[in-house]
Structures are given as structure tokens and as C-alpha cells.
Nanobody, 123 residues
Framework: VQLQASGGGLVQAGDSLRLSCATS????????MGWFRRAPGKEREFVAS????????NYADSVKGRFTISRDYGKSMVNLQMNSLKPEDTAVYYC?????????????????WGQGTLVTVSS
């Protein structure tokens, strides 16, 4: 199973970025999907997730109102639109496919992981 994340880069505070994660339809069409991140020196943390049909999404408090997760079923992709970026958003961002159908928030509920894409936000 392969998940390919893309869209990371170096931006300034207040800018926007859109992360994308491509996966196979067979892998993800009936599963929840999510994004996590790991900042330097910190543990991997939950960012956002969405259910199998996109009907339910969850967000970490730190990104609510700024980040939006969405699914593109035609392309078997999950996207993360990140607006009003802050230096504390700097991290490697990972996409993941959940074991179940729901918008899980625990990394233990996710089965497949992408390789990560680096987002750096300068002040």
C-alpha cells in the first residue's frame, strides 16, 4: 500500500498551503483518512481526519478554523487546506488511512502511513 503526500514547502506566517495525499481506491474508499504531524523534538500529533464518505471531520484545537480536510473520491485523494499558517505549524505532515470507516483522532486507529511532507513556516 502506498500513500504519496505532496504540497509541502517553505512559506511565511499568514500564508496558505494545500497538502495532497494520493492513495489507491481499494485502500481508502471505505476507510477514514487523516493527517498527522511531527514537529522537531515532539511526538507525532493528530491534525485532522475525515470519515469514509466525508460526512464527518475532526480537527485538533490548534488548527480549527484554519485547516480544512477534504476528500476527492474521483482521484482517491485526501487534501489538507492550510490557511493562516503559523510558525508553530512547522512540521513533517503525514497522511494516513484509518483501520475503520470513521474520522478517528488517535494514531493507533490508522493502519497505513505516507512518507511525510515538510512544511516550514517562517515568522
Amino acid at each position: 500500500v502506498q500513500l504519496q503526500a505532496s504540497g509541502g514547502g517553505l512559506v511565511q506566517a499568514g500564508d496558505s498551503l494545500r497538502l495532497s495525499c494520493a492513495t489507491s481506491k481499494r485502500t481508502s474508499s471505505n476507510n477514514g483518512m487523516g493527517w498527522f504531524r511531527r514537529a522537531p523534538g515532539k511526538e507525532r500529533e493528530f491534525v485532522a481526519s475525515t470519515s469514509w464518505n466525508g460526512g464527518r471531520s475532526n480537527y485538533a484545537d490548534s488548527v480549527k478554523g484554519r485547516f480544512t480536510i477534504s476528500r476527492d473520491y474521483g482521484k482517491s485523494m485526501v487534501n489538507l487546506q492550510m490557511n493562516s499558517l503559523k510558525p508553530e505549524d512547522t512540521a513533517v505532515y503525514y497522511c494516513a488511512v484509518a483501520r475503520g470507516a470513521w474520522a478517528s483522532t488517535s494514531k493507533d486507529d490508522f493502519r497505513y502511513w505516507g512518507q511525510g511532507t515538510l512544511v516550514t513556516v517562517s515568522s
